[in-house]
C-alpha cells in the first residue's frame, strides 16, 4: 500500500468513525421520541381502559337508579288509578258512602305527593303535573345516555389517541431497526479494502438518510384531542339521534324528527367549526342527514329530503375513502342510496355490507330486494327476499322481529310516496313470513282451503240485561271506545290452524302504520268447519279502562300463515 | 516527538472517555427504563383501583334501589295504615271494614320496616327517607378503608416516573453528543482538540450531574 492510498484509507475510516459517532446522537434522540411517544400511547391506553371501566359502571348505576325511579313511577300510577276510581264511586254514589270516597281519594292524594317528592322522575322537568305525564325517555337520556356517550366517546377518543402514538412508536422502532442496518453496512465499510467500502458507505448513508427523514415526519405528527365541549355536544347530538330513531320507529311525529335533526345539525356544526377532523362527529352529522332526510322523505317531502340523503352519500363515501373500512356505513349508504333511486350503486354498497356482516343477511337481503324490484328485476328481486327469509329461519337473531317490523313499516309508506310496482307483494310476502317463522316455524305459509269470506266491524247494541240485540255495521267506532267489534265469516277451516290478529294503527296527523303489539292474538281453531264470530279488537284489559285512543286501525288477520284479510276502522 | 506523545496521550484519554460516557449512558438508560417500568405499575394499580371503584360503585347502586324501594313502599303502606286509623278514630261514619284495611296496610308497612337499613334512614315529621348520599359516601369511605378506590395518586406517581424517565433518556442524547464530540477530537484534524475534549467532558459531566440528581431525589 503506498502513503497515498494509506492517507486516503485513513481520512475514509476517519470520516466514517465521525459520521458513526454522529449516528450515536441521531440515534438516541430518535430512542427519546420513540420513548416519548411510547408513554404517551401507554398512557392513553390506560386511560382508554379507565374511562370503559367508568361507562360500564355508569351504565350499571344508572339502571339500578332508573329502576327504582321506575318502582316509584308505577306506585304514583297506582295510587293515581286508585285516585281515579275513587272518584268514580264517589260520584256514582252519595251522601255518607261519597264522602267515604272523597275521603279515601283525599288520602291516596297525599300519600302519592308524598311519595313523589321522593322521586326525580316524579318532579319538573320529567313530570308534566298539568298532563300527568312522565317524560321517561328524557329522563333516560339525561341520567344514563348522555353521561354514558361522553364516556364512550372519551374513551373512543383516548383508544385513537393511543393508536396513534402507538403508530409513531412503531415507525421509530422501525427507524431504529434500519439504522441497526446502516450501523451495519457503515462498520463493514472500515474492515474491507478496496471499492466495495465506498458502496457499504454509501448504502449505510442512504439508509441512515432515509431513517432520518422518516423520524423527522413522524416527529411532525401531531395529535389534536376533540375539546371537550365538542365531546358534550357530541353526546347530547347523539341523544337527538336516538330521540329521531325512536319518533320514526314508533311513527311519532315527523316534524318533531325534523326538529331534533335540525338542533342535533346544528350542535355538529359547532362542533366541526372547532375540530373539523373530529370523526365522530362526521361520522354522526351524516347520520343526522339521513335520518332528516328519511323524515322529509317519509313526511311527503321526497326532493328536500333526498338532498340531505345525497350529503350524507357524499359524506359517507369521503370517510370510506379516508380509508374507514366500517360495514355499517357500507350499509347505511347503501339504504341511503335506495332513497335517492341509485339503484346500481346501493346494489354494490349492499353487496360490501353483506361480506363483512353476513349474519344480517336478513335485513341486508330484504333491502337488495327492495332494490331489485325498483331496478325491474322482479324474478332477482323475488328470489333475494326468498333467500333472506330462508336465512332469518335457519339464523335467527333477536333482532328479526324488531327488523320485520321496521323494513314492513317503511316499506308501506315508502311505497305510497314513491310507489314500485310489486312492492305490495313484497310487503305481503314479509308479513306473511313474519308470522310462518313465528307461529309455523317455517319459512313459507301453509297451502290452505281456509278462508275468511267477509270481515264486517259492527257496533253491538245491548238491552238492559246485557245481551246484544243489534249489530249495526260500523266503520268509526265512538271516542273513548274499549272494543271494537267485528263480524268474521270463516269457511273451509280445520282444527289446530293457526289464527294470528294483527293490528296497526295510525294516530292523527302520522304517517306510519304502527303494529300494535297488545292489541294482537294467536291462537289455534278448535271450532267448526265454518262459522261466523264476533270477535272485538282491545287492549288485554278494558276493564281497567286501557280505551282505544283516536286514529285508524288495520286488523290482519292470518290463518296458518295466510294474510287472509285486512280491514280498516276508524276510533274517533 | 513530544508532540507525538501528547497525540497519542490525548487519544488515550479521548478512548477513555468515549468508553466511560457509552458506560455512564447505558446505566443511566438502564436506570431509566426501571424508572419507565414504575410508570406501567402504576398504571397498571390505577386500573386496578377504577376496577375497584366500579365494583363497589355497583354494590353501593344495588344497595340503594332495594333499600330506596323498601323505604318508599314502607312509606306508602305507613301513611295509608296512619290516615286510615286517624280517620277511623275521628269520623263516626267510618264502616267497620276499614279496620281492616288499616290492619293489612300495617302489615304490608310492617314486613318493609324488617328490610329497612335503618342506619341510613332519615324521620323526619314521622316519615322516612333513605339518605342515598349518605350511605354511599360512608360505604365508599368503609371500601376505600380496606382497598384503593381512587386513581388519582396512581396516575400522579405514573405521571412523575414518566417524566422522570423521559428526562433521563433524554440525557443520552448528551452523552451520545459528548462521544461525538470526543470522537471528532480524535479522528479528525480539527483545530483546538482540547476545547472538542473540554466540550465533550461539560457534557458528560452536565449529564452525568442531572441524573445522579433525579435518580436520587
Given amino acids: 500500500m503506498n502513503l497515498r492510498t494509506f492517507a486516503e484509507e485513513k481520512a475514509f475510516k476517519n470520516v466514517v468513525t465521525v459520521f458513526l459517532a454522529g449516528l450515536t446522537f441521531v440515534g438516541s434522540l430518535i430512542v427519546f421520541l420513540n420513548v416519548s411517544a411510547s408513554y404517551r400511547g401507554a398512557a392513553a391506553g390506560r386511560d382508554s381502559r379507565i374511562l370503559g371501566i367508568r361507562y360500564l359502571t355508569h351504565l350499571g348505576r344508572a339502571s339500578w337508579d332508573a329502576a327504582a325511579e321506575k318502582r316509584l313511577m308505577v306506585a304514583w300510577q297506582e295510587l293515581g288509578g286508585l285516585m281515579m276510581q275513587s272518584e268514580a264511586y264517589e260520584k256514582m254514589t252519595g251522601g255518607k258512602d261519597a264522602s267515604l270516597y272523597r275521603l279515601t281519594r283525599e288520602r291516596l292524594g297525599k300519600v302519592r305527593d308524598l311519595l313523589a317528592v321522593q322521586g326525580e322522575v316524579t318532579k319538573p322537568p320529567y313530570f308534566n303535573a298539568q298532563a300527568a305525564a312522565f317524560d321517561v325517555l328524557q329522563y333516560y337520556l339525561d341520567k344514563t345516555f348522555i353521561p354514558a356517550a361522553e364516556l364512550l366517546e372519551g374513551q373512543a377518543v383516548k383508544k385513537r389517541e393511543g393508536a396513534f402514538w402507538g403508530s409513531k412508536s412503531e415507525a421509530y422502532t422501525t427507524a431504529l431497526a434500519v439504522m441497526a442496518v446502516a450501523v451495519f453496512l457503515l462498520t463493514l465499510s472500515l474492515v474491507i479494502s478496496g471499492k466495495i467500502r465506498f458502496v457499504m458507505a454509501g448504502a449505510g448513508s442512504v439508509l441512515v438518510f432515509s431513517v432520518i427523514t422518516v423520524a423527522a415526519a413522524t416527529a411532525a405528527r401531531t395529535w389534536k384531542a376533540p375539546a371537550e365541549e365538542s365531546v358534550k355536544l357530541l353526546s347530547k347530538a347523539s341523544a337527538d339521534v336516538m330521540r329521531i330513531q325512536l319518533i320514526i320507529s314508533a311513527g311519532n311525529d315527523l316534524a318533531a324528527a325534523a326538529r331534533f335533526a335540525g338542533q342535533a345539525d346544528a350542535a355538529l356544526e359547532k362542533v366541526l367549526a372547532v375540530d373539523p377532523d373530529y370523526e365522530s362527529a362526521i361520522l354522526l352529522r351524516n347520520r343526522v342527514l339521513t335520518l332528516r332526510g328519511e323524515t322529509l322523505i317519509f313526511g311527503g317531502n321526497v326532493e328536500d329530503g333526498r338532498k340531505d340523503i345525497a350529503r350524507a352519500v357524499e359524506g359517507i363515501r369521503r370517510a370510506i375513502a379516508a380509508g374507514r373500512e366500517d360495514a355499517y356505513l357500507w350499509w347505511a349508504r347503501s339504504s341511503a342510496e335506495m332513497f335517492l333511486g341509485k339503484n346500481d350503486e346501493a346494489l354494490r354498497s349492499i353487496a360490501k355490507a353483506l361480506a363483512a356482516l353476513p349474519d344480517r343477511a336478513f335485513a341486508l337481503g330484504a333491502l337488495k330486494s327492495l332494490v331489485l324490484m325498483a331496478r325491474g328485476n322482479k324474478a332477482e328481486s323475488e328470489a333475494a327476499l326468498e333467500a333472506s327469509i330462508a336465512f332469518a329461519l335457519e339464523h335467527p337473531l333477536a333482532s328479526d322481529p324488531s327488523d320485520f317490523r321496521t323494513i314492513v313499516k317503511n316499506l308501506e309508506r315508502w311505497n305510497e310516496v314513491v310507489p314500485v310496482n310489486g312492492t305490495a307483494d313484497l310487503i305481503k310476502r314479509l308479513k306473511e313470513a313474519a308470522v310462518s317463522i313465528a307461529v309455523l316455524k317455517k319459512a313459507r305459509r301453509e297451502t290452505t282451503a281456509s278462508e275468511v269470506a267477509s270481515l264486517q266491524f259492527v257496533s253491538p247494541v245491548y238491552d238492559r240485561q246485557g245481551e246484544i240485540i243489534d249489530v249495526p255495521p260500523c266503520e268509526a267506532f265512538p271516542r273513548f271506545t274499549a272494543r271494537a267489534h267485528f263480524f268474521l265469516e270463516l ?82 | 516527538m513530544a508532540e507525538i506523545d501528547k497525540q497519542q496521550s490525548l487519544k488515550t484519554l479521548l478512548s477513555i472517555f468515549i468508553a466511560l460516557t457509552a458506560v455512564t449512558g447505558a446505566l443511566i438508560s438502564w436506570r431509566a427504563s426501571r424508572v419507565g417500568g414504575a410508570a406501567s405499575g402504576a398504571d397498571g394499580k390505577a386500573v386496578t383501583a377504577a376496577l375497584e371503584e366500579a365494583a363497589t360503585e355497583l354494590g353501593i347502586a344495588s344497595e340503594t334501589f332495594s333499600n330506596l324501594t323498601d323505604t318508599r313502599e314502607f312509606l306508602v303502606h305507613m301513611e295509608n295504615a296512619r290516615a286510615i286509623h286517624e280517620e277511623y278514630m275521628r269520623n263516626p261514619d267510618v264502616p267497620g271494614h276499614w279496620l281492616d284495611e288499616w290492619q293489612s296496610e300495617s302489615i304490608r308497612a310492617r314486613a318493609r320496616h324488617t328490610q329497612l337499613n335503618t342506619d341510613y334512614v332519615k324521620t323526619q315529621e314521622g316519615r322516612p327517607t333513605f339518605e342515598r348520599e349518605r350511605f354511599r359516601d360512608t360505604v365508599r369511605a368503609l371500601a376505600a378503608s380496606e382497598k384503593a378506590l381512587d386513581i388519582e395518586p396512581f396516575l400522579k406517581t405514573s405521571e412523575e416516573r414518566r417524566r422522570d424517565a423521559r428526562l433521563l433518556f433524554s440525557l443520552n442524547t448528551l452523552f451520545t453528543a459528548a462521544i461525538f464530540l470526543f470522537t471528532v477530537a480524535m479522528k479528525t484534524d480539527v483545530r483546538r482538540k482540547t476545547i472538542w475534549t473540554a466540550a465533550g467532558v461539560v457534557l458528560y459531566f452536565a449529564a452525568t450531574v442531572i441524573a445522579v440528581v433525579k435518580i436520587l431525589r
Fill in chain 1, 491 to 572: 269457511k273451509g277451516m280445520k282444527k289446530g290452524q293457526s289464527i294470528v290478529t294483527k293490528v296497526y294503527g295510525k294516530a292523527p296527523g302520522r304517517v306510519f302504520w304502527i303494529e300494535q303489539f297488545r292489541l294482537g292474538k294467536t291462537r289455534h281453531w278448535e271450532g267448526p268447519d265454518s262459522a261466523r264470530l264476533l270477535g272485538s279488537v282491545e287492549n288485554p284489559m278494558p276493564e281497567a279502562g286501557e280505551i282505544l285512543g283516536t286514529g285508524e286501525y288495520r286488523l290482519e288477520i292470518y290463518i296458518d300463515g295466510n294474510l287472509a284479510v285486512s280491514g280498516v276502522f276508524k276510533v274517533l
